[in-house]
């Protein structure tokens, strides 16, 4: 029996039916610790307030201290603690001083010197090395203490490379969230398109996200039959709005607002084409939600799941993040060449299931932790 304890900040819809896939393999008997509640700020956009806690999860005390963050788990020393030390490092120095297997499960580092440097992304790639180099200490932990790393695909692996991780010791295990159930598609994006081919955005509307590149590359095609679909919470007090009134296509753009993420199926439903224009994401669940419905998707290089859920020319494209002639370029396929969404969006839908479920994750889990063990056997 494979017994694990995989400690995250807060509940997230985008991980619960992974860690249910889990806990139904025979051979687990799985433990999930919260340190947090859902946040009012994910409310806000779109979360669900109340998370259903199931008979495997808990949420640990307001405590900082290691002893008291493990009260609920009394058979700690016997489990393989799956963390990220952002949440907290007292908790891993704990297993290493204890000699408790532990692995290390994190995104691509570097959102934080990003939104430092004001998403000025030469900047940030010119940089990026210099603070993975920075990070050597905490690479220096994992491959001398974890039994491995998890990434939240290459660009987190090849990161963990660059800490100081051999190859060896790191593999893939994504973010998952179930694949879409079949919804009605919205009838306030089918009002709004009228008979226009619908191009989809969802997440947060802020300068991370690249709202402001996907604006400008969807004005620089002047494609009439053809509108944009924001669907997410402003957070930059109306300036897109604002922007696409200054690029003459406001008639063309559908400020939806944030959408419940139990209901979210509608939104993809009624789109013809998925974008994720994000500065930085360190994976971006989104586009698991569109390839599981059967939509093309286009994404950025710093994007974790555009690496995997994307496979460039067969259901969609790469760009450069930030850069709107690149994306301008991708998005014009699409324009011309309408017909082949129907191709791409199979294929999405068929990588989505061969893949990216909930099942293959766990499976995926199971099989690099039971070699991991035998490894340091």
């Known amino acids: ?53 199931k008979s495997f999860e808990s949420f640990t005390t307001n405590s900082r201290e290691p002893e008291a963050l493990l009260e ?27 000699k408790v297997n532990w692995c290390h499960w994190s995104e691509l580092p570097g959102i934080r010197l990003a ?11 010119t940089l990026a090395p210099l603070m993975l180099i920075l990070k050597r200490k905490e690479g220096a ?24 991780v051999k190859a060896h010791k790191s593999t893939d295990l994504f973010y998952v969230p179930d694949a879409l159930p079949a919804m009605e598609p919205c009838e306030q994006i089918l009002k709004f398109a009228n008979g226009r081919k619908v191009f989809l955005a969802v997440g947060a509307l802020c300068k991370r996200k690249g709202i402001d590149v996907l604006l400008k590359a969807f004005a620089g095609l002047k494609a009439e039959e053809w509108c944009l679909v924001l669907c997410g919470l402003d957070k930059a007090n109306g300036q897109y709005e604002y922007l696409a009134e200054r690029l003459g296509i406001r008639e063309q753009i559908n400020f939806l607002g944030a959408y419940p993420s139990d209901r979210i199926a509608e ?38 799941a555009a690496w995997h859920v994307i496979e460039d020319g067969k259901n ?5 993040a930030g850069s709107v002639q690149e994306l301008t370029d991708k998005i014009r396929i699409y324009i011309e060449t309408p017909h082949i969404t129907r191709e791409q969006g199979r294929y999405s839908k068929e990588l989505f299931f061969r893949e990216f479920t909930p099942e293959r994750n766990a499976q995926r889990l199971v ?6 063990k035998v490894g340091c056997g």
């Open 1 to 53: 029996m494979l017994k694990i304890c995989i400690w995250m900040n807060i509940p997230s819809h985008y991980q619960s039916a992974f860690f249910e896939a889990l806990d139904e393999q025979d051979n687990v008997d799985l433990q999930v610790r919260y340190f947090s509640r859902t946040s009012q700020s994910r409310v806000a956009e779109g979360w669900n307030s109340s998370h259903e806690i």
């Open 115 to 125: 939104e430092l440097l004001g998403y000025r992304m030469h900047l940030y790639r």
């Open 72 to 98: 609920t788990l009394p058979d700690w020393k016997t489990r393989v603690h799956i963390i990220n030390s952002h949440f907290s490092q007292g908790l891993i120095d704990l297993f290493c001083a204890e």
């Open 316 to 320: 969609g494209y790469r760009v450069k």
């Open 367 to 372: 099989k690099a932790l039971n070699e991991w």
């Open 141 to 164: 932990k994992i491959a001398s203490y974890a039994l491995g790393a998890f990434g939240q695909g290459v660009l987190a692996r090849k990161s963990f490379q660059a800490m100081g």
């Open 267 to 304: 939104v993809y439903a009624a789109a013809d084409v998925f974008i994720l224009a994000s500065r930085f994401d360190g994976w971006g669940a989104v586009l698991n939600e569109a390839a599981s419905i059967g939509l093309p998707l286009i994404g950025t290089d710093l994007c974790g």
